[in-house]
């Protein structure tokens, strides 16, 4: 088992001690994060990751059951509900049974291309939903479901995996009544906090996750977390940095990654951030740039447009490649200046070179640097540390973390012109 930590955190842009006074001057309000006081009452199951161990053998087995029968599994969410399991099948590869994510869109295209996969393969459902009222993986839900009926007939309930609450038209009673397979979702958790549960870890197990090594990494990272001195945490000094740049006139933070693979991760702390914080003046927007890709296409506005942008550098790599760069003698490419390098150093240089010319023009540049490679130990470390420190962001900020009301502005209006009269037709 890996032992290092997950990130340490530096900063351009920000005197030290300035951080270290916004800190100490903040320390109750820090303390009561820290201690999980704050917003008690609310939904804190996610912060303790001791808990999922208890589900952990019921998942596995399950998930075991899955990869035997099935060559795909298709997993139906939205945001909270599929972007972890998305965020560490990308980013980790895995070589169990194959995933395809459905009910995120209300695209016709798509959902069409999930139907084809139902025809054509041997696939099974897992639909997940906190609160099985929204649209999206609804209809696609039915949509699929009515395919395996077409398919497989009385059979088509042995192929369906509910991963929801319980309560009238909700999943589990669903569950019940239709015979499917059912795992709860955490009355506790909300579902952009759920990655490290039973919503993220089932789908990431049948892709062949190693879930729990990636639970041990966020048991680790809570108990570093959790056990540091203000001063020296680095989710605490994080989330005031962040704080302090939205002060100083900054309105976006864009998390930098450097492996595409990580996109899926990019997408995942996105939700986290901008739903969590998102509900007053001073919320950082967050985005994220794939570098070295996007320093072709955005990089001369960070570089010299408008100064409202932190980039976060995300220094989170997989373990070094053998690829070495060979001559090309037949060839006069122009290139040679590169002959015999590892591949590695390149991506390396481009990290140092855009760091340091933004950083260098008093561009305000925040640098995360993992000890350790990409793995499901490390990955765990990293979901952990992110959910922490937006915890810690939220209420320096002076939000509920948990709270997401705005959203519902858009489903009222679209319910109200879809003629929504009641939550579960028959």
């Not at 995933?99 to 997940?128: H, M, P, Y």
């Not at 940095?241 to 006139?249: E, T």
Request: charged letters at 20%; glycine letters at 8%.
């Amino acid at each position: 088992m890996e032992h290092a930590v997950s990130f340490e955190v530096t900063i351009s842009g920000i005197k030290e001690g300035a951080v270290d006074s916004f800190i100490l001057y903040n320390e109750g309000l820090i303390q009561s994060g820290l201690s999980a006081e704050a917003y008690a009452e609310g939904p804190l199951g996610w912060f303790d990751p001791n808990t999922s161990m208890q589900s952990l053998q019921a998942i596995q087995s399950l998930a075991a059951r899955v990869q035997a029968r099935f060559d795909l599994l298709i997993v139906i969410g939205i945001g909270g509900s599929n972007r972890g399991a998305v965020a560490a099948v990308g980013a980790l590869s895995p070589t169990g049974t194959e995933l395809f994510f459905a009910g995120d869109t209300l695209s016709a295209t798509q959902l069409a291309k999930a139907i084809r996969l139902v025809q054509e393969r041997n696939a099974a459902l897992c639909v997940i939903a906190k609160d099985f009222n929204t649209i999206e993986p609804g209809i696609t839900f039915r949509m699929l479901r009515k395919e395996l009926e077409r398919k497989y007939g009385s059979s088509s309930h042995e192929r369906i995996i509910a991963i929801g609450s319980g309560g009238e038209g909700q999943l589990h009673h669903l569950a019940q009544r239709h015979q499917w397979e059912f795992l709860a979702f955490p009355a506790d958790i909300n579902g952009r906090y759920s990655v490290l549960s039973t919503v993220g870890l089932f789908p990431m197990a049948v892709a062949g996750v190693d879930i729990e090594s990636l639970i041990a990494g966020g048991i680790a990272e809570h108990q570093r977390l959790t056990t540091l001195k203000p001063l020296m945490n680095p989710a605490v000094r994080y989330a005031a940095i962040r704080n302090l740049l939205s002060k100083q006139g900054s309105i976006i933070e864009a998390l930098v990654i450097f492996e595409p693979a990580l996109e899926g991760f990019a997408r995942w702390w996105v939700q986290l951030f901008g739903e969590s914080e998102g509900k007053k003046e001073g919320a950082l927007f967050p985005t994220y740039f794939s570098y070295s890709e996007d320093l072709h296409a955005i990089g001369q506005y960070v570089q010299e447009g408008p100064r409202i942008i932190v980039e976060t550098f995300l220094n989170y790599t997989y373990k070094s490649s053998p690829l070495v760069i060979e001559p090309s003698c037949e060839i006069q490419d122009r290139f040679d200046y590169l002959d015999d390098r590892p591949f590695d150093t390149l991506n390396e240089v481009v990290y140092q070179a855009a760091l340091n010319a933004h950083a260098s023009d008093q561009r305000p540049v925040i640098e995360l640097s993992s000890s350790q490679s990409i793995s499901a130990y490390s990955l765990g470390q990293s979901f952990y540390f992110f959910l922490f420190s937006v915890y810690l962001s939220s209420l320096l900020l002076g939000v509920n973390p948990f709270t997401q009301d705005g959203v519902e502005g858009y489903k009222k209006n679209m319910y109200h012109q879809l003629g929504k009269g009641k939550v579960w037709p028959d």
